[in-house]
């Protein structure tokens, strides 16, 4: 299954300018970098642990992100050269049978593929006003694949859940620099870690996962960010009480409403961790300031989400959403997957805005204003692209 060995990167080691969170330019512009193994050129916003954006210019011309265009993040330093041959899951905590498998004992569960967004809950942070602290995303921290691998379920089940469980956590081979930071681990409410749909994974695309998105080994979880799909993945722990680790109890909550939001500066209100994707579309062949050369029709082509169900229309608006019209959709990969949409707007001369609105199967729309909240999660408004025409 995995022959080759991930190669080291010396790459991997930073750029000395580079360690801090770059954002934004004054003039909008970012830094790009092709240093990365295995990765062509990536947005950089920081060098190590690397944080590594897609340019848009890529989901225009792909339903799958290529895995070297795939984005990038860690929160901690992780091994540059990993073994495939001796990497071991161990299965623990609360279950009949504790568990060591290595990637051949994988192998012989049912094998599983499944289109799904990886979205970084952060995605976008960097174009919320006013700004908040945290890495400053466009919309280039998420990326459509084909993951292949087997079910998280079909993994517990020759562990054995005992009665009494209730969520599974999950932990990957990096490490915090200093001792008493606490370890990178999420976990998931035991229901959803035995649905049909969340996945051990060890294939991208149809290839191995390269070493910046967690080879040999991540979580896939579709339709929620990606915070949970843990890298490297090296043990899954069956939990009996709620995990009341940092990076499940203090690190990754949201405003608990719908939309995640509050009034800028507000009351933060009761807080709830961050799971489910929204709904969204991304206008990917004109950038935001651009201008157009004046015509009948502009086209407007890009790709939508729909968060946990697939998407059901994309419609475009160049009247500030009074009125819509649709789009065209795609192939279909799936209800986790990108879907591509192209349609066009009759655009009168001077300064205009262009409005693309995603509608999910379970009815679920992006509102037209952003949704707000002091960690910058789950952007999930419209997101306008001013032009000029002329
Ligand atoms: N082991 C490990 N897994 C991890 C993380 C991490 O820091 N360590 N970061 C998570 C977050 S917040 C994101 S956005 C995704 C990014 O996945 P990617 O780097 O494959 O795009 O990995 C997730 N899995
Ligand atoms: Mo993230």
Redesign the pocket.
């Known amino acids: 299954m995995l022959t080759r060995r991930a190669l080291i990167a010396s790459a991997l080691a930073a750029p000395a300018a580079a360690q801090v969170d770059l954002g934004f330019a004054d003039n909008g512009l970012r830094p790009s970098t092709r240093a990365f193994p295995q990765k062509g050129e990536m947005i950089l916003q920081r060098s190590s642990p690397p944080l590594l954006e897609t340019p848009i210019s890529v989901f225009d011309v792909h339903d799958f992100t290529p895995n070297d265009h795939?984005?990038?993040?860690?929160?901690?330093p992780?091994p540059t050269e990993i073994d495939p041959a001796k990497h071991r899951l161990r299965v623990g905590g609360h279950v009949g049978k504790p568990l060591s498998l290595s990637l051949a004992d994988l192998a012989k569960l049912p094998r599983v593929a499944i289109a799904a967004v990886?979205q970084?809950?952060g995605n976008g942070r960097g174009l919320f006003a006013p700004r908040m602290a945290g890495a400053q995303w466009g919309n280039g921290?998420m990326?459509n694949a084909l993951w292949e691998g087997v079910r998280l379920k079909d993994v517990l089940a020759l562990a054995g859940v005992k009665a009494g469980a209730v969520a599974v956590r999950c932990g990957?081979l990096?490490a915090p620099v200093v001792e008493t930071a606490p370890d990178?681990e999420k976990s998931l409410p035991l229901d959803h870690a035995l649905s049909d749909d969340v996945l051990i994974a060890w294939g991208m695309n149809g290839t191995a996962l390269p070493l910046?998105?967690?080879f040999p080994l991540r979580l896939v979880v579709p339709g929620w960010y990606?915070?949970y799909?843990?890298?490297?993945l090296d043990s899954i722990t069956v939990l009996d009480t709620a995990d009341a680790g940092f990076w499940m109890a203090k690190a990754y909550l949201q405003p608990a409403n719908a939309l995640a939001d509050i009034a800028p500066g507000g009351p933060a209100g009761p807080r709830a961790p961050v799971s489910v994707m929204r709904p969204r579309a991304i206008i990917t062949n004109i950038a935001d300031g651009a201008k157009l050369p004046p015509r009948s029709f502009t086209p407007v082509q890009g790709v939508a989400l729909g968060g946990d169900h697939g998407v059901n229309t994309v419609e475009l608006s160049a009247d500030g959403g009074r009125n819509w019209v649709p789009a065209q959709l795609g192939p279909d990969h799936g209800r986790y997957s990108f879907r591509r949409f192209r349609g066009a707007l009759a655009l009168g001369p001077g300064k205009q805005i262009i409005l693309a609105r995603a509608t999910n199967a379970a009815g679920v729309s992006q509102p037209l204003n952003q949704n707000w909240n002091p960690s910058g999660y789950n952007r999930a408004g419209v997101d306008p692209v001013r032009v000029e025409i002329g």
């Open positions: 795939f984005f990038v993040r860690w929160h901690y992780f990886n970084c809950a921290a990326g990957g990096d990178y910046l998105n967690g990606s915070t799909w843990v890298k490297m």
